[in-house]
């Protein structure tokens, strides 16, 4: 990606010496400096979430409960797996080696955090709910309660005017 910014001329690249290893140094430029701008200032997509296992889980009922349950558990897996890698670059945070932008880069680690955790959490409670399942195939009496937790939370939502607009 920085290669197709220094394309567009968007950034400029040098090499820098680090030892005996030559790495790529990226600064932007004016054109790349007011093309971020107007980027900055434009309404984004909705949010997009990729769990592929979550396919994975969602097409079950096509083989075994082995097959679930292993889809789960590389969901748990993955997403403490990426917990830990976002608590190393938080301990390796330092507001000299970022030029000043703890806060900033702060926000948005808080939420790819908070993110994983939750997934986590949802792999950790789906173990919990399938654990005593013999087939994906088999009525679950929890599925109700599930659909009218989500009708409730979206409900409350509108009712405090978080949310939706």
């Keep these: ?15 820098r010496a680090q030892g005996k290893r030559r790495t790529p140094h990226y600064t932007i430029t004016g054109d790349g400096r007011a093309a971020l701008r107007q980027w900055l200032g434009e ?3 909705s949010i997009a979430i990729e769990v592929e296992d979550l396919v ?17 558990a590389r969901i748990a897996a993955n997403a403490s797996a990426d917990r830990g890698r976002l608590a190393s670059v938080a ?10 932008r703890a806060g900033i880069n702060a926000l948005s680690i808080r939420l790819v955090s908070d993110i994983h955790a939750a997934v986590e959490n949802w792999a950790q409670w789906a173990i919990a709910q399938t654990a005593d399942w013999k087939s994906p ?3 679950w009496d ?3 309660q599930v659909f009218q937790d989500v009708i409730g939370a979206d409900a409350d939502q509108r009712e405090t005017g978080q949310g939706h607009e």
Excluded: C, S
């Design 142 to 144: 929890g599925a109700r």
């Design 137 to 139: 195939h088999q009525d």
């Design 43 to 45: 309404e984004g997509p």
């Design 91 to 100: 301990a390796d945070m330092d507001e000299t080696a970022i030029g000043g």
């Design 56 to 72: 994975r889980v969602f097409f079950a009922d096509q083989d075994n409960i082995d097959q679930l349950h292993a889809a789960v």
């Design 1 to 15: 990606m920085p290669k197709d910014l220094v394309k567009f001329g968007y950034a400029d690249a040098h090499v």
